[in-house]
């Protein structure tokens, strides 16, 4: 349970929640001492001894302590509680909790391991991990009672070790790009969790997912800011790499005469654009490493080029996400950024079905261009994205212009003919069409469905959909009614209100469109008492107003096409 030291926190309360909301049995191994502004540490009750932490060393420095005498009695409460919840997993700790009274350390972890791992109960910590508290517990408590990677199954996609047992180091070498930072002096660091087998420096290994074989240079160890030479890792290890440079977060390596595909990360398209560019000319060089660099890190982030505008748009998760990436694209990379106002990734779908055709003939001299397309077009449910399907019969078009039919209606539904944003969630079927023999060509037929595409879709009553974010808006009683007011005025939706030791906390959905700038708002609202976070819940469709006046507003900017 983090953020225990936040206006409104109640450690107690939040357990109830996890019980009531996950039908789980939540089991508290720590409770803490002091909350809000008075949290200064937790009573380990496994040991029963008390962590404080040091606040000048932003928690990385923590002493431990007797219990205090005011905190003895409940510590003894729910020790014996946690006792009780071990003793039920195991026969043998049951009966020796019967006959003493008493769990030993060791056999309370045995016995809340068991558990864990049947998924009968879940150990609960606390801290704020903001300022380092709290942390160490939770990666000793990992160790205790999370399954090891050797009892772990392999989470297999494809190939030989399909539903595959746990790993070992004797298998064929499996291991997955977890994460990738970028460093000024050795390059790219690839972290690597390593499902099976070894490998050692100089090891060649296969990236499944991107077909492209790659050699290892060095092995490291992470310590944080440390890092430790190895000659070699096995299954079970956590490492960095370096000297892969085609590897992306969540691709597979593997050996390539045993290829792989384990399970890969699925990561939220962005909801927040800016432009940008570098504040001086001779800049342009470091920002573009800059943005190339921050792109292999986080998969989140996307860079791309306003072609209209002649501008470098970057999205990501949030107006925050992107600030933070901004800031040290100006504080590693030296390079002063100057950015535009943020944009919403709005959405064009279809609401019903329609059906049209394009003829592209176009004679200039010698060859001419010819390309003949009817599709239908349909919606479908929302995160679908899209499917292109081919109906063509007798042979109406040949089969090496259907890939340029397809290609054509990708690069169409990049910019939506309603607002000229991305279209989604819509099935394309080519039902029909003509050719020549001599002027037919990729081109042509790319043409044809890209006008074809624009101009069946405005048939089917497009939605514009905007990004709607789930809210928790967190303020003391008294500017309970302050804070509604803010959502509801932006469009928000509220659908619970929770009291915590002096505080509500608002739960709500609101339009992403109507948050920015709202962290200002709600200090202000709150005399600097209030907090919110926010994180990316669905599409939803726009309200027919607003809808109109930013399709007025995108026409006018000519950045529609064909409008």
Not at 433 to 460: C, I, N, P
Request: charge should be negative; include cysteine; charged fraction near 25%.
């Amino acid at each position: 349970i983090n953020t225990l030291d936040r206006v409104g926190a109640d450690f107690y309360a939040v357990i109830g929640e996890i019980r009531d909301e996950f039908q789980v049995a939540a089991v508290p191994i720590a409770i803490p001492i002091g909350q809000e502004d008075r949290f200064q540490g937790m009573v380990d009750l496994v040991r029963m001894k008390a962590v404080r932490y040091d606040e000048t060393g932003k928690g990385s420095v923590s002493t431990e302590i007797e219990i205090p005498a005011s905190m003895r009695e409940e510590a003894a409460k729910w020790r014996h509680r946690l006792m009780e919840a071990s003793a039920e997993q195991d026969d043998m700790l049951l009966e020796a909790f019967l006959f003493r009274g008493e769990l030993s350390p060791e056999e309370i972890v045995r016995g809340l391991r068991k558990g864990t791992l049947a998924r009968k109960l879940v150990p609960v910590l606390g801290g704020s991990a903001l300022k380092n508290k709290g942390v160490q517990s939770l990666l000793d408590a990992v160790v205790d009672f999370l399954p090891s990677p050797l009892e772990t199954p392999i989470p297999v996609a494809e190939g030989e070790l399909a539903g595959g047992s746990a790993g070992s180091d004797d298998g064929p070498f499996a291991a997955l790009a977890f994460k990738i930072i970028s460093d000024r002096h050795i390059g790219k660091l690839t972290l690597l969790r390593i499902y099976s087998g070894r490998i050692g420096s100089g090891t060649s290994v296969w990236n499944s997912t991107r077909r492209s074989e790659q050699r290892i240079a060095r092995i490291v160890r992470m310590y944080a800011n440390r890092q430790e030479a190895l000659e070699d890792a096995g299954a079970g290890d956590i490492v960095g790499v370096i000297g892969l440079s085609d590897v992306q977060t969540g691709d597979t390596l593997c050996l390539r005469d045993k290829p792989i595909v384990l399970e890969s990360m699925e990561f939220p398209a962005p909801v927040v654009s800016i432009s940008l560019k570098a504040g001086e000319r001779s800049e342009s060089d470091r920002l573009s490493a800059a943005l190339r660099r921050l792109a292999d890190e986080d998969p989140t982030f996307v860079v791309g080029y306003d072609e209209e505008t002649a501008e470098t748009v970057v999205s990501g998760m949030g107006e925050l996400h992107l600030e933070v990436l901004v800031e040290r694209m100006r504080r590693e990379y030296g390079v002063n950024v100057q950015t535009g106002r943020p944009e919403v990734a709005y959405r064009e779908t279809a609401t019903v079905v329609a059906e049209g055709e394009y003829k592209h003939v176009k004679q200039t001299g010698g060859h001419g261009q010819y390309g003949h397309v009817r599709l239908i077009l349909e919606p479908m449910p929302p995160g679908e994205s899209f499917e292109f399907v081919n109906e063509i019969r007798s042979g109406r078009i040949p089969t090496e212009y259907i890939a340029s039919v397809e290609k054509g209606v990708v690069k169409a539904m990049r910019r939506g003919p309603h607002a000229g944003y991305p279209v989604v969630d819509v099935r394309v079927r080519l039902v029909d069409g003509s050719y020549h023999e001599v002027d037919s060509s990729d081109m042509a037929f790319q043409e044809a469905a890209l006008m074809a595409f624009r101009q069946v879709f405005l048939k089917t009553q497009p939605d514009l959909l905007e990004p709607v974010m789930s809210v928790e808006v967190v303020v003391p009683e008294e500017f309970m009614g302050a804070a509604a007011g803010s959502i509801c005025q932006r469009r928000g939706r509220i659908e619970s209100m929770e009291q915590a030791a002096g505080a509500r906390v608002l739960n709500c959905f609101v339009p992403l469109a109507e948050m920015f700038g709202y962290a200002g708002v709600i200090r202000t609202l709150t005399q600097g008492r209030g907090s919110f976070t926010m994180h990316f819940e669905r599409y939803e469709a726009v309200p027919c107003e607003i809808e109109r006046q930013i399709v007025e507003k995108r026409i006018r900017e000519k950045r529609v096409p064909g409008a």
